[in-house]
């Protein structure tokens, strides 16, 4: 395969992931901000506390309340998510920058495996961040408890 050729379906490959991410992050965008919507809506029409005492004793208000709330197994498949996405971008560095090492005719095997490599810390970053944040906002128990 052409240095030319690698390239090319490194740049359409990474440009295909960059619009999975675009578009997976709009429709989370979309299905939050309609859910939004519908939550104020029936926020709205309750006039009195009264009236939100007795909406949130009902089967429809548990299931409001519920649905308001984040469960942590929903919180973690996120940091997992991202934790994963960084293992997969190190090991695929690694295997780059050791085919680099083995086949030094091999153009471009250095620069990709860096740049994997440069993601899979960014990432790893992410979700360092990502766990730090939710632990400290008390979303998440810390590791003591």
């Not at 619009?19 to 989370?28: E, G, K, N, S």
């Not at 007795?54 to 984040?70: K, N, Y």
């Amino acid at each position: 395969m052409e240095k030319h050729q690698l390239a090319i379906i490194a740049v359409f490959g990474t440009g295909a992931w960059v619009a999975w991410l675009i578009f997976t992050a709009v429709r989370q965008f979309q299905l939050a901000r309609s859910q939004a919507a519908a939550q104020d809506k029936l926020l709205l029409r309750i006039s009195s506390p009264e009236n939100l005492q007795v909406f949130l004793g009902s089967t429809a208000g548990v299931e409001f309340l519920r649905a308001l709330e984040r469960s942590p197994n929903e919180l973690w498949r996120g940091i997992i998510r991202t934790t994963q996405t960084a293992a997969t971008f190190g090991v695929l560095g690694v295997g780059m920058l050791v085919c680099h090492l083995i086949f030094r005719e091999a153009d471009g095997l250095l620069e990709f495996g860096l740049g994997a490599i440069i993601l899979a810390a960014a990432f790893g970053c992410s979700a360092f961040v990502s766990l730090t944040m939710h632990r400290r906002s008390g979303l998440l128990p810390h590791a003591r408890d």
